[in-house]
C-alpha cells in the first residue's frame, strides 16, 4: 500500500500515458517484395511489389492486354500516382472472380496496401485518398417472389 497516493499534488506530478499513433514496419519478404491482399466485389488480388521499372504484370499478361480500356488502366495507376512513385516499381498480381471492373479496383487496393507495407511513410498520403478502404459494396442477393433483388414481376390485372 506504500505506492497510494496521499494528495491531490502527489496526483498531478503522474503523467498520462498519453496513446501514441501506431508505428507501421517495412513488411519485406527475402525477395525483397511486399506483398498485400485488395479485394473490390467478388474479385481478389494477390499483389507484389519491388523495385523496378515501373512494369505492372497481371495473371502472367501485361496490364495493356488484360486491361484493354485505359479507365482500368488508370484507376490502377492511381495509388502510385498520388504516391509519386511512377516507374520505381514493378508490381505483379495475380487477380480472380468477379468482372474486369471489380478487378480493377482489387489491384489497385492491393497496390495501396503493398505500398504502405513497402514505404510505411506513405500511408497518410494513401488513406487521405482513399486507395486504402476495401470498397465494400457488393451485389445485393435475390429475393424470392421477385424477379431480381428488388424488381418485381410485371403486374397484370388480368
Not at 53 to 64: F, M
Request: contains cysteine; positive net charge; proline residues 4%.
Amino acid at each position: 500500500m506504500s505506492d497510494t497516493m496521499q494528495s491531490l499534488d502527489q496526483l498531478s506530478s503522474l503523467k498520462t500515458a498519453s496513446p501514441e499513433a501506431p508505428k507501421y514496419v517495412k513488411k519485406v519478404d527475402k525477395q525483397g517484395r511486399a506483398y498485400a491482399t485488395g479485394k473490390r466485389k467478388d474479385a481478389v488480388a494477390r499483389v507484389w511489389i519491388k523495385p523496378g521499372s515501373g512494369k505492372i504484370t497481371v495473371n502472367a499478361r501485361d496490364v495493356e492486354t488484360y486491361f484493354a480500356r485505359p479507365v482500368l488502366r488508370m484507376l490502377i495507376q492511381q495509388p502510385i500516382v498520388a504516391a509519386a512513385r511512377q516507374d520505381q516499381y514493378d508490381v505483379v498480381c495475380t487477380v480472380a472472380g468477379g468482372g474486369l471492373s471489380g478487378q480493377a479496383g482489387a489491384v489497385r487496393h492491393g497496390i495501396s496496401k503493398a505500398l504502405t507495407n513497402f514505404e510505411p511513410d506513405l500511408r497518410g498520403v494513401l488513406k487521405k485518398g482513399g486507395f486504402l478502404t476495401r470498397d465494400s459494396r457488393v451485389v445485393e442477393r435475390k429475393k424470392y417472389g421477385k424477379a431480381k433483388a428488388r424488381r418485381s414481376f410485371q403486374f397484370s390485372k388480368r
